[in-house]
């Protein structure tokens, strides 16, 4: 229970930079994937938060993800957080005609001729926050 | 990305395009108490294969990319298809070939080999009418620099114009990155590998390329997350107590 509300703290502390920045509302879904509005955010967040980003390791390790978890380590006050079940809203998963599974696509592939096409992700490409 | 008509229309005409999740993305959601509330993902991330029909892995590009790049990239994964389908009964050794090319490239900071599609200019032009060639990167840089004047994208392929300079030199530069450091460990795996099933590589992908430890709960985080974790001793107390 203790780490569950660590992670908690953790989490709020994380993203409160973004209100320091002028960056308080809601982000909406665009549909450029990964790299426009959720990491775009992010990136803005770590650039003013973190002092010695290393060059040359960048959009989604370092200068992202590496500050994120400076960010993490550094800040321990206490915040309370009071949470509601987060239901991630569905979206269109761009305007690629996807296949249900790898196991459909092979078979569509031994008709067609064509390779197979996997893109493989955390979370859902058809939630707005993957 | 998936949105852009050209990767759509890309996708959909040359692959068997399929997605599936490695497991959920962490999300950040902090609820300001005032109609506020600001919800973002963190240490999540992708990568592309592309496959053959029985699902055996022939190459993958890691994680994001700009979308020139990744075209450029998707159109190789279709020659390279293409090249190894040809050899039938070697194709696992072609394949391995190819990977062992690209990886003394890399190594020798020299543009890899790339594939091009002798099959002409007028047979290109109908549909799956390949002939896939490896040829020196040297070479391929000046064949794709002719087919580049007669085939432009329908669009240029630019983000939204909210999008600032910074993000794209960021994105080029990750870009960068993922076609060096990171195509290197990829085609010295795949070597060592041979045509396997994606799940065959999936962990260690993400372990050591993408830095992600999809066996950890917090994804390889733990360590940093609970360095300066106040209530570790109290916990662990309650651990033994427990026991």
Redesign the interface.
């Known amino acids: 229970m203790l780490r569950k509300k660590w992670l908690l703290v953790l989490a709020f502390l994380t993203v409160a930079g973004l209100s320091a920045y002028g960056q308080q509302k809601s982000i909406t879904a665009v549909d450029l994937t990964k790299f426009t509005v959720i990491e775009k955010a992010a990136e803005k967040v770590l650039a003013h938060n973190t002092a010695g980003v290393v060059a040359g390791d960048l959009t989604k390790t370092v200068r992202i993800e590496k500050p994120t978890s400076a960010i993490l380590a550094h800040n321990t006050a206490g915040v309370t957080a009071t949470g509601k079940e987060f239901v991630n809203p569905k979206v269109e998963a761009g305007r690629v005609h996807w296949h249900p599974s790898l196991a459909v696509a092979c078979e569509a592939a031994k008709k067609s001729g064509k390779p197979v096409f996997l893109f493989q992700m955390m979370g859902k490409l058809d939630d707005q926050f993957c | ?5 050209d990767v ?2 890309f ?2 005409k ?19 108490g005032n109609g ?20 055996r892995v ?1 190459d993958i590009l890691p ?2 990319y700009e979308p020139q790049t990744y075209l450029h990239g ?1 159109n190789q ?2 020659l390279l ?1 293409n090249y190894v389908a040809r050899a039938k009964d070697q194709a696992a050794t072609r394949l391995k070939e190819y990977h062992e090319g690209q990886i003394r490239a890399l190594k020798e900071n020299e543009t890899p080999p790339q594939f091009v599609n002798h099959a002409g200019v007028t047979k290109a032009g109908i549909e ?1 009418a390949i002939l896939a060639v490896l040829v020196p990167g040297k070479e391929a840089q000046q064949w794709n620099a002719t087919s580049a004047k007669t085939h432009k994208p329908s669009s240029q392929l630019k ?2 114009s909210n ?1 600032d300079i910074a ?1 794209w030199k ?2 080029a ?2 870009t960068q ?1 993922n076609e060096t450091t990171r195509r290197l460990q990829i085609h010295e795996m795949l070597a060592a590998a041979g045509p396997v099933q ?1 799940k065959a590589v ?1 962990k260690k992908l993400y372990k050591e390329v ?3 430890d999809l066996d950890d709960a917090y994804l390889g ?1 733990g360590q ?8 570790a001793k ?2 662990l107390g309650r651990e033994h107590e427990s026991k």
């Open positions: 990305m998936f949105s852009n008509d759509a229309n996708i959909n040359n692959f068997e395009p399929v997605w599936e999740s490695v497991r959920p993305v962490p999300i950040v959601r902090i609820d300001f506020t509330v600001l919800t973002r993902t963190l240490h999540g991330n992708i990568a592309t294969y592309v496959c053959t029909a029985d699902g022939l994680g994001i998707l994964f279709r298809h799956r983000l939204p999008n993000n960021i994105l530069e990750d990155i994606p999936t993408l830095h992600a985080l940093t997350l609970f360095a300066g974790y106040p209530f109290e916990e």
